[in-house]
Structures are given as structure tokens and as C-alpha cells.
């Protein structure tokens, strides 16, 4: 009979207590020692997905992860992806693809029929790991949500994973949030968590010495490492839209705007340029008109096109954009911000909504056609202006047809791909993850009169490293790593 493979999950007191970097973390601590490491997630809520080889969508996080681990990405490592297109909906991606959409209501009534799929992909990473580094999401706390759960608890006992809870130090209330999550917890659930650690320290770890006692004694539970705040996470994708922050201002800095949408999408493309010293990448949120000082505006990728281009409008961003293009300002759309830039959005089949046609910004000379036929997949390009190579990745509804995409962006694999207007100025594409291409950002932003000299992809591995390097020194690795194999 195989021995079970050794896994462990990693829960939080909350959201955003750091799950997702500490499970990168452990992978490539735990690949740097010779072990072949499988991130997972049976559940994710995210519109920042990933693409993988075959064609599927993940959260973005396990594609970091898996990059952590040394591995491509699999549909399996996340086998469960929300990504909301309203406050109360979400289209859900069943390994890798589209299962339809749902409103939340429906979605909680049905989850516990997702179980079997999530423990198949599960079986999937064990058969090919030494060990499975499995992230949760929210909280088990969430005892409104625990009927059907897949998300933490719920598989965690279906799969018998040991879990290690993480509390969130730097938000307050932690001793709270772990005495207080094993207080409403079940007992079953409660014997399954071995162990807690403390993430996002800042200052002198030991005046918690007394804190992670009075944490002990109330759960019964072992310190597993006090984590200080890791400065460099902001090298590393982003996962949420809120953790692109202003990285300060400055002299001769280009200013690059980019409104923040309700349904922002794919953002990640950001990234790269929120690390370029010489430019200043402003994050407009809502209510907040474009700055008038800003060279650039990029309009992001969006979940849901037409209701994004409602609520830009709502924000006054369509005059703002206006008077940009008029003070000769350029403007680049990346998929969803492409479809926007056109004279109409047609959604036929109401795929989005009612159906329908919308009135574009008018500022490129092309129209777009939403189809149930979603396009996902990676991509290689080349970038017709300067030459460079371009890596990246498709992930959208809809056709784009017009007279500027006979001046197109990008040579994608043959063909042409994207449009620019007559004066050269308004320019999009489908093509997300071009920022990441060194050479492409380069000389992008050498046509703006400012110089380049990072590595983008070489400092995300560095970052990775030293993120190892981190856990290797506040968490107690070894003891984890037998938590992960007394299963």
C-alpha cells in the first residue's frame, strides 16, 4: 500500500492575512530541499487569473506558487475559480473551464456537489508530489459559510490535510482572532489545526512572547514562528487590486494612470511597471477624477465590459479620458479597456446582461462583438514597432473588428493583433502580460523618453528566494514539514 503523500494546509484568521505568499514561500523552501512540491487551493475568488498550457484558468496565486515550486501551472492546483461579475455573481471554472455562472445563493447550495472534483485534482498533485502545500480562503471562522465548505475545513477533513491557521498581526486583534477561531470551530476541526503561526510582525518579536503564551494556553495549540513584514512582497503579483500601491512620486517621473474598475480584471499586467523607477503608476479610484499631469492611461482588463464601461462613465473617467487625448495624452486598452475604446460593444446573446449594444469611447475605430466562445490561452508575440518579443496570454469574450486594427499592435504567431488609431496615440490589444516582456517595456517606454533597467522576471525569482530564505528563518520548517507528513 503507497504511503500518503504529505501535505498541509494553511488557513487564515481572515483575508489577506498572507496565505497565498507564505504557501510561495514554503514551496520554494521546501523545492530548494529536493522535494517535489504541489501548491493547491480547492477554491478561489479571484478575476486576476492565470493561463496554463492546456488552455484553463487559475487564481494567478497558484500560478506564482507553482512557480515557486519549479513547476507549470495545472488546471488541478486550483480546481475551483470564482471570478465575480456583480456584487452577488460569480462565473464559475471548473478545472480549467467555464461551468456556467452563478449568484452567490445558488453557488452555496451547490458547492458541496464541486467536492469530488476538488478531491479528483487533489489525488491529481499528490500522485505527482512529495508534498502538497494546500492554501484555504476567508476563514473557517466563517461558521455562515461551513455548510458545504470546500474552501477550508470542509476539505480539509474530506482529504484529512493537517492545517496550520495564520493570524494577521499588523490588522490588530490577532490573539483574538486565533482564540476566537478555535472557540467557534468544531471539535473535529479544532484537532485538525496542529499548529499557528504569526505573520506580518512589525518591531521587536519578543514583546509577543506573551501574547503566542496566552495563545498556546487558550487552544492548545504550538507556535509555529512569529513572521516579520516581508518589505519585497510588492515585487512579487499582486493577487488583489488593493495591493497595487502609488510606490511614491517623484521628479521626471512619467505619470501613468489607471482607473480602477468595479471589475477589474487581470491586472497583474501592472505589475512590472509599478517597479519602474522612473515611473510614477497612479491607481485612481473611484470617485477620483484622471490626473491631468499623467502621460499615459491604460484602461485595465474588466469581468464584465459593458458594466465596467457604465461605471467608468459614472466616475466622470469618460470627460477625464476626453481631455486627456485633446492635451495629446496617449491611451492604451488591454482587453476588456480595448473593447471599451471602440465605437460599440454588442452583446447579442447577452452574455453580459440584457441583450444588447452599447456606445464604445469612440476613440479607435473598431467595434466588438461578445461570443460564448472564450478565448484562453498562452500566448508568443511580437510587437510591430520595435520588434520585440512579447510573452503573455489571451483570456476574453468577443471579436474586435475595425478600420485601425489594419494598423495592429502586436504579430501574434502569424496573424495581427490589436488596433491603433490613425495619429498613432490610442492603442489596444488583447494580449495581457506584455509589461513582463523586458525588452517590450523597454522600448514601450523608451517612446515616452524614459529609460529601463529592471529585470522584471529575474527579480520575481530573486524575490521567491529571498521570500524562502524568510520562512526558513521565522517559521519552524522542519516541524511543518512533519505536520504535512504524520497524515
Not at 503523500?5 to 507564505?22: F, H, I, R, Y
Not at 492554501?135 to 475545513?153: F, H, K, Q, W, Y
Not at 492604451?332 to 460599440?344: H, V
Not at 501574434?412 to 490613425?422: F, I, K, M, V, Y
Amino acid at each position: 500500500m503507497r504511503q500518503r503523500t504529505a501535505a498541509v494546509m494553511l488557513q487564515g484568521t481572515g483575508s489577506n492575512v498572507g496565505k497565498s505568499t507564505l504557501v510561495a514561500g514554503l514551496a520554494r523552501a521546501l523545492m530548494r530541499r529536493g522535494l517535489a512540491v504541489r501548491p493547491f487551493k480547492p477554491q478561489n475568488m479571484s478575476n486576476n487569473a492565470a493561463v496554463t498550457a492546456d488552455g484553463g484558468e487559475i487564481g494567478r496565486a497558484q500560478a506564482l506558487q507553482a512557480r515557486a515550486a519549479g513547476v507549470a501551472p495545472s488546471v488541478h492546483m486550483n480546481p475551483v475559480l470564482l471570478k465575480p461579475e456583480s456584487d452577488t455573481g460569480s462565473q464559475v471554472i471548473v478545472q480549467g473551464r467555464r461551468a456556467g455562472s452563478l449568484r452567490a445563493a445558488a453557488f452555496g447550495a451547490r458547492k458541496a456537489d464541486l467536492l469530488p472534483r476538488v478531491l479528483e485534482s487533489f489525488a491529481l498533485m499528490e500522485s505527482v508530489a512529495d508534498i502538497v502545500v494546500v492554501e484555504g480562503a476567508g476563514s473557517p471562522a466563517e461558521t455562515n459559510l461551513r455548510a458545504g465548505d470546500i474552501a477550508n475545513m470542509g476539505f480539509a477533513l474530506a482529504a484529512e490535510v493537517p492545517v496550520v491557521l495564520v493570524g494577521d498581526i499588523d490588522r490588530g486583534g490577532v490573539i483574538a482572532s486565533l482564540v476566537g477561531t478555535h472557540a467557534v470551530i468544531a471539535p473535529e476541526e479544532r484537532d485538525l489545526i496542529r499548529g499557528f503561526a504569526i505573520n506580518k510582525f512589525r518591531g521587536d518579536v519578543s514583546l509577543f512572547d506573551a501574547g503566542l503564551a496566552t495563545i498556546a494556553e487558550r487552544t492548545g495549540w504550538p507556535s509555529l514562528g512569529v513572521l516579520p513584514w516581508f518589505a519585497d512582497a510588492h515585487r512579487l503579483p499582486a493577487e488583489d487590486a488593493l495591493d497595487l500601491v502609488d510606490r511614491g512620486r517623484g521628479p521626471g517621473r512619467m505619470v501613468i494612470a489607471v482607473p480602477i474598475l468595479s471589475r477589474i480584471a487581470n491586472f497583474d499586467d501592472l505589475d512590472p511597471l509599478s517597479q519602474e523607477p522612473e515611473v510614477d503608476l497612479r491607481l485612481v479610484p473611484p470617485g477620483t477624477p484622471l490626473p491631468a499631469d499623467a502621460g499615459l492611461v491604460i484602461l485595465p482588463g474588466s469581468k464584465a465590459t459593458i458594466a465596467d464601461l457604465a461605471f467608468l462613465r459614472a466616475q466622470g473617467w469618460d470627460i477625464d479620458l476626453a481631455a486627456h487625448v485633446r492635451r495629446g495624452g496617449q491611451v492604451l486598452g488591454l482587453c476588456g479597456g480595448y473593447q471599451m475604446l471602440g465605437r460599440a460593444i454588442s452583446d447579442p446573446d447577452g452574455i453580459e446582461g440584457p441583450a444588447g449594444s452599447v456606445a464604445g469611447l469612440g476613440l479607435l475605430d473598431v467595434q466588438t462583438v461578445l461570443s460564448g466562445d472564450k478565448i484562453v490561452r498562452p500566448v508568443t508575440a511580437r510587437h510591430i514597432a520595435s520588434g520585440e518579443a512579447v510573452a503573455g496570454y489571451e483570456i476574453h469574450l468577443g471579436r474586435t473588428q475595425g478600420a485601425d486594427c489594419a494598423r495592429p499592435v502586436l504579430s501574434l504567431e502569424g496573424r495581427p493583433e490589436g488596433a491603433t488609431s490613425a495619429d498613432g496615440r490610442i492603442t489596444g490589444c488583447y494580449v495581457h502580460g506584455l509589461f513582463g516582456s523586458d525588452g517590450f517595456r523597454r522600448a514601450f517606454l523608451a517612446g515616452f523618453g524614459r529609460g529601463s533597467t529592471l529585470a522584471y522576471e529575474a527579480g520575481v525569482e530573486a524575490t521567491l528566494d529571498a521570500l524562502a530564505d524568510h520562512c526558513e528563518t521565522h517559521l519552524d520548517v522542519e516541524r511543518i514539514l512533519a505536520i504535512a507528513r504524520s497524515r
